[in-house]
């Protein structure tokens, strides 16, 4: 089935700074979402990216769907404590259903 | 408006048992999807409905089926439990089938294997 890898898997960072994790995949997907997870909890649709190229903003969130349609970055900035958690990148490959990463856990030092 | 709902929130089997986790989607959208997620990994998806019709399968056993009501909402069927089967059980409602149909998802069923 398809594949997808996020990196970095785990990163610690203080707060106010920016943060910075990608997903790829060795297919082409036609839709690239972004979705936060917290402890005991579904995950929450942060961005979501319809077109190769496309560039998207959600506070101090920003996405990109990558030129490929075979990655995506998600950008955080000047972080906040409650920005901890775990981020998964979700894939739709052509004609098939969302194919989620393995998430990259985020954690903020006060 | 209310989001998607599943009930019950926490559940505990013991091997071989059978479970029914239910899910009622958003107003107005008439997908729903089941995902298993395990402890440390992202969702697997198991299946999609659209309509009261199967629209999607992902590799799990025959042991795990689900239905669609005519209100669009659903349950996933888990028969002769194993330990594995241990995890966030999540479903997620979108308005249509299609790849630019946005997926929400609920806040899931803890399922524990004894």
């Known amino acids: 089935g398809q594949q997808l890898n996020q990196s970095p898997q785990s990163m610690f960072i203080q707060e106010g700074e920016d943060v910075s994790m990608n997903c790829t995949s060795s297919s082409i997907f036609n839709t690239w979402l972004w979705y936060k997870q917290d402890p005991g909890e579904g995950p929450v649709l942060l961005i979501a990216?319809?077109?190769?190229?496309e560039l998207t903003s959600n506070g101090r969130l920003t996405a990109q769907f990558g030129i490929t349609r075979k990655d995506s970055f998600l950008n955080i900035s000047a972080s906040i404590p409650s920005d901890v958690g775990i981020y998964f990148c979700a894939g739709h490959p052509y004609g098939q259903n969302f194919v989620f990463g393995p998430g990259t856990r985020l954690s903020v030092l006060p | 408006d209310a989001g998607v709902t599943q009930s019950p929130t926490h559940l505990i089997k013991t091997r071989g048992q059978q479970v029914t986790l239910r899910c009622s989607p958003i107003s107005g959208h008439k997908s729903v999807s089941w995902y298993q997620q395990v402890l440390g990994q992202g969702p697997q998806f198991i299946f999609q409905y659209y309509e009261k019709e199967e629209r999607g399968r992902g590799n799990f056993p025959d042991r795990f089926s689900a239905r669609q009501f005519p209100n669009y909402s659903s349950e996933l069927n888990v028969n002769a439990l194993l330990l594995g089967d241990s995890a966030l059980y999540l479903c997620?409602?979108?308005?249509?089938?299609?790849?630019?149909?946005?997926?929400?998802f609920g806040p899931g069923t803890r399922l524990t294997v004894l």
């Open positions: 997620a409602s979108s308005l249509g089938q299609t790849s630019t149909d946005t997926q929400y």
């Open positions: 990216l319809y077109k190769a190229g």
